[in-house]
């Protein structure tokens, strides 16, 4: 089985071929190419990867990433963004950037129905119903780091797609309001819980057969250097709830390159889930992202 | 205050789960409801931001630190329809551990998977879930699989979807209805799929140990304790 880096993100420099949005964390000067990605990729055994759109929502801001995507087609799959003004009329922008089938799904943090758990939920009231719905027409995959106030609202959204493949991005943890900083190396830190609050809504979603979990973006949220052990317990209870077979390992390269290296996190897996047998392990670190995402065969 | 028949004791040792009907009725009942909803619509904003914040599950809503907001609550722990049940499968040494007043919102999943809450090793750890309205089997009823509080049961498998659980038994019942279980036993809150949210209390008890609860745990209530029996229950006093 292929090991598939199923969460990351790769920018060039701000130029005019590939406009992107600048921010501290990414400044125009800065890079962190494909062919970086690749390099450390191959050092560590790792042979494919999904590219998360960073960097931008509109359609000219996915240009790198398109680019990136054709230029190595057996090597990826890209995850795009939707413009937050679009989502009452999504379907165009999806289908633009999904027209080559290398864009195989979208990524959103906001589901957008009522933060009072105790009213009434109405999915078509919801301000990411078209995405959904668009997606389940399409058979897009809907990448997900939802914040704290709409994890109650998951639910409803998966009862009324369950055919959608959805992965819930870095642990499932959804990061509350107020609780985002960056940490002293540049890199988000959410400042949560473990195991999260959140949980109460959002294990029992191992019931639907198509929602998966990125065993991703320790750094973010442990309040220990690698290996994270704050979070073992965590991974645990995902693996026990989840299965194997809907867990996917990920490293959200770059913000990891320099601490702990990505050579850390490519064993972080064997450090917080150290009793997994072979198969286990496997579906993991790419087995089920290959299933889940549809990679081609490596050697194609 | 009701004590167990030797049925009714049997049906506990052999299934670890009893059912009392009616076993908050009248006045009380009322006084509990009224009370419910008041400090409920007191304490739902801090909720809703502990929520935004991810600092409080939004699946339920616990009223914080109930027993200081009203002595109906502590009145509950020691309520004649059930207090004479856990005494008796206490060996007349019960502790009280903590009140969840809690309400359960509308979900297409439960917000708790089949689990017990405490291995073989704690003492007899025991809970009464006292149904504020009625709630229907479709409205996050209590599910549990009778025999698997017994040491033999093995690991509480993990099924999908819920209410494929071999075994188990789902506790639908009317306000005033109280399901006493033992929490070695595999239990859930089975989904609710009705429009309405689920009110109940749960009550946590336990034979007593020493150094289980300490004694400044319910000091902002001891006033309000002054029989023995209550300092017992409410581990006020050195043991
Ligand atoms: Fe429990």
């Known amino acids: 089985m292929p ?46 990867a999904i590219l998360t759109q960073i960097g931008g929502t509109q359609l000219t801001h996915h240009r790198y990433l398109q680019y ?10 890209g995850i795009g963004l ?10 165009d922008h999806m289908d633009r950037l999904a027209e080559n089938g290398d864009i195989i799904g979208f990524r959103i943090n906001e589901i957008g129905g009522s933060a009072d758990p105790l009213s009434q939920m109405d999915v078509r009231t919801f301000t990411s119903y078209r995405i959904w719905k668009h997606a389940a027409k399409k058979n897009y995959v809907m990448w997900l780091y939802i914040r704290a106030k709409d994890a109650h609202q998951v639910a409803f959204m998966v009862r009324a797609f369950p055919e959608i493949r959805a992965v819930f991005n870095h642990l499932m943890i ?34 639907y057969p198509n929602i998966c979990v990125h065993l991703s973006g320790q750094y973010a949220f442990s309040q220990e250097a690698w290996p994270y ?19 996917m390992w990920a490293t959200d390269f770059p913000w990891i390159l320099e601490d702990p290296g990505y050579d850390k996190l490519v064993q972080v897996i064997d450090e917080l889930l150290p009793d997994l047998n072979a198969q286990q392990k496997a579906e993991i670190m790419g087995g089920t992202a290959k299933r889940v995402l549809g990679f081609p065969d490596v050697a194609d | 205050m009701r004590r167990p028949t030797d049925a009714e004791r049997q049906e506990w040792e ?15 009942l009322a006084r509990l409801q009224t009370t419910f909803d008041r400090c409920a619509a007191e304490a739902r904003r801090e909720w809703l931001e502990g929520i935004a914040k991810g600092t409080r599950p939004a699946a339920h809503f616990d009223i914080p630190r109930p027993l200081e907001k009203d002595d109906v609550f502590i009145d509950l722990i020691d309520h004649p329809g059930w207090y004479g049940f856990l005494m008796d499968f206490a060996d007349e040494d019960l502790i009280l551990l903590a009140p969840q007043v809690r309400t359960l919102p509308v979900s297409p999943i439960s917000y708790v998977g089949w689990h017990p809450d405490v291995p073989h090793t704690t003492p007899l750890h025991m809970k009464a879930q006292i149904y504020i309205e009625d709630v ?4 996050g009823a209590f599910g549990y699989v009778p025999g698997s509080h017994k040491p033999d049961a093995g690991a509480c498998p993990v099924v999908r979807p ?46 007593w140990s020493k150094d289980r609860i300490s004694t400044k745990h319910f000091a902002a209530i001891a006033h309000k304790c002054t029989t023995p029996d209550r300092r017992r229950l409410f581990s006020l006093d050195e043991r």
């Not at chain 1, 939707?82 to 999504?90: F, G, K, L, N, Q």
Request: aromatic share 8%.
């Open chain 2, 136 to 139: 229907p089997a479709d409205g």
């Open chain 1, 82 to 91: 939707i413009p937050r003004d679009e989502w009452d009329a999504p379907e």
């Open chain 1, 174 to 207: 959804c990061p509350g309001e107020g609780m985002f900083s960056w940490d002293g190396e540049g890199r988000p830190h959410i400042n949560t819980p473990v195991p999260p609050m959140t949980r109460y809504s959002m294990l029992g979603l191992h019931e």
């Open chain 1, 229 to 247: 052990r704050d979070l073992e317990s965590w991974h645990k209870t995902l693996l026990a709830k989840f299965g194997a077979d809907k867990l």
């Open chain 1, 3 to 48: 090991i598939i880096d199923s969460h990351l993100h790769v920018f060039e420099k701000l130029s005019d071929e590939f406009p992107r949005e600048v921010n501290d964390q990414c400044p125009a000067d800065r890079a962190e190419t494909a062919e970086k990605l690749l390099e450390v990729m191959a050092a560590n055994g790792v042979d494919q």
């Open chain 1, 68 to 77: 990136c995507l054709k230029t190595y087609p057996n090597r990826f799959r």
């Open chain 2, 14 to 28: 052999d299934n670890g789960v009893l059912f009392l009907e009616n076993a908050i009725v009248g006045e009380d």
């Open chain 2, 162 to 207: 819920l209410d494929s659980m071999p075994g188990h038994k789902v506790y639908p019942g009317k306000a005033g209805d109280v399901v006493l279980f033992n929490s070695y036993g595999w239990h859930t809150s089975m989904v609710n799929r009705t429009l309405k949210p689920r009110k109940s209390i749960i009550l946590i008890y336990e034979k």
